[in-house]
């Protein structure tokens, strides 16, 4: 099978850096010198091997061209650093420089932990009028209303002939003509409780007559839900008439990751934008977190109250939900500058004088292109942000193993080297995500002389893909055991 040289011309001119981990040195670069030589830089170590940074495996004990590439070989020196100091890949300024480094120090700052969800438009439950009928009777007529229907408090529902009703008020003004104030003042007690009005007292007191026939009407404005009264219905004390919901205010429901549950509390201030009214924003507020999780979604429904003066927000619209968090803070590095395993979390530290290690680190939120650091760095620790993912493959190979959280500057040790299969790495951007693979459209793999194409990959563990998602522009490793290709290790990369 034949190598396509540009494709890996290009590969090397990415990948051939020069790193030295631990007891390692690692120097490349140009030189005018023929290549059958390789001259040690001042300052370097004893070489121990040379190698090809595409097959970082595979050793020589002579400088020269490499029989996998069309590139020279490059040589490893022995540690030069100082007694007691943590194992370090060190990088020569040609190799940043042609790798992209950028190192940033990790620094306290406000994470704006603003949330975006959607939602949807509901009534307020908590403003509903359920109307009934006060006394047993018929109903004699009734109006042109219709579930659905927007009406006014006052609007009349029906007509309602009432029997009871007229024999009390015939007896009210039967007491009210004795000129007793006391017991008129019982005999109208006795109407109210009977579920009266005083309007309506009122209305029989000047006309002298009683009016056993009562119009119903709407106490608050809003929308008719249910309406069960009929001409010429029988009603029993009780019976519901009908039922008002008020657009006063309405509900949003928004759908929250549960893994977000604990950026959201009552009374936390919300807005949202609907495609209807573009442009415009709603304001409005946390009023509930409700206790149960959508199992099919994982998401909480939290309760949003928004204002609805004009009327213009109707239930069952969709919406876009921004729940504004405190601004706490927080120590924040570039969120490009974290390397998820699955298993742990790290990031890579600048030492200084071109020499890096792996530190492991707790983080918790991310927005805006950082991420919070809980443990495992201090403020003013320099982290590699861009081209890290090969200093963290570099030193893997070569068994340097993390700074654990909580350990110093020298807490880093070297491990044995370990057996493990090739490596290979490349770029691309996630397609798809599920629970154990991952398909990624990625730029070609000259080691194994693949093209660029879409494939998927299974996970090692499910935990690497966490904190991805379709769209991003990684860099991954993988190896191929039999059961097929598998993803080692990805990181974020700045996308093109």
Known sequence: MTLDKSALRWGASILAVALLAGGTGYWAGHRQAPQSEATTPAGAGKVLYWYDPMFPNQKFDKPGK????????????????????????????????????????????????????????????????????????????????????????????????????????????????????????????RLRLMGMSDGLIASVERSGRPNGVVTITTPISGTIQTLDARAGVTLAMGQTLAQVSGLGTV????????????????????????????????????????????????????????????????????????????????????SEAVIRTGKRTLVMLAAGDGRYHPAEVRIGREAGGETEILAGLSPGEKVVASGQFLI????????????????????????????????????????????????????????????????????????????????DRVRFGFDRPPAGPTLRRMAKVAGR
């Open 251 to 334: 509900w949003l429901n928004a759908a929250v990751p549960e893994a977000r549950a604990g950026d959201v509390r009552v009374g936390q201030n919300a807005s949202a934008t609907l495609a209807s009214f573009p442009g415009e924003r709603f304001a409005g507020r946390v009023i509930a977190i409700l206790p149960t999780t959508q199992a099919d979604s994982r998401t909480l429904t939290v309760r949003i109250e928004l204002p609805n003066r004009d009327g213009r927000l109707r239930p069952g619209m969709f919406a876009s939900v921004v729940l504004g968090g405190d601004a706490k803070p927080a120590l924040l590095v570039p």
């Open 392 to 471: 963290d493959s570099e030193a893997s190979l070569s068994g340097i193993e993390a700074r654990p959280i909580g350990g110093g500057a020298a807490s880093a040790t070297i491990a044995a080297p370990r057996s493990k299969a090739t490596l290979y790495e490349t770029t691309g951007k996630i397609e798809r995500l599920t629970a154990n693979a991952v398909t990624l459209s990625h730029e070609p793999v000259p080691a194994l002389d693949w093209p660029a194409m879409t494939m998927t990959f299974a996970l090692a563990d499910p935990g690497i893909a966490r904190g991805f998602k379709a769209g």
């Open 66 to 189: 490499s029989p996998f590439m069309d590139m020279q070989l490059v040589p490893r020196y022995a540690d030069g650093g100082s007694a007691g100091a943590a194992p370090t890949v060190a990088v020569d300024p040609a190799a940043r420089q042609s790798l992209g480094l950028r190192v940033v120090a990790a620094k306290m700052g406000s994470l704006a932990s603003a949330l975006e969800v959607t939602g949807t438009i509901d009534f307020n439950q908590r403003d509903v009028a359920v109307i009934q009928a006060r006394s047993g009777g018929f109903v004699s007529r009734v109006y042109a209303r219709a579930p659905g229907d927007v009406v006014r408090a006052g609007a009349p529902i029906a007509d309602l002939l009432l029997p009871e009703w007229g024999g009390a008020q015939t007896e009210y003004l039967s007491v009210r003509r004795l000129g007793k104030p006391d017991l008129t003042a019982a005999a109208r007690q």
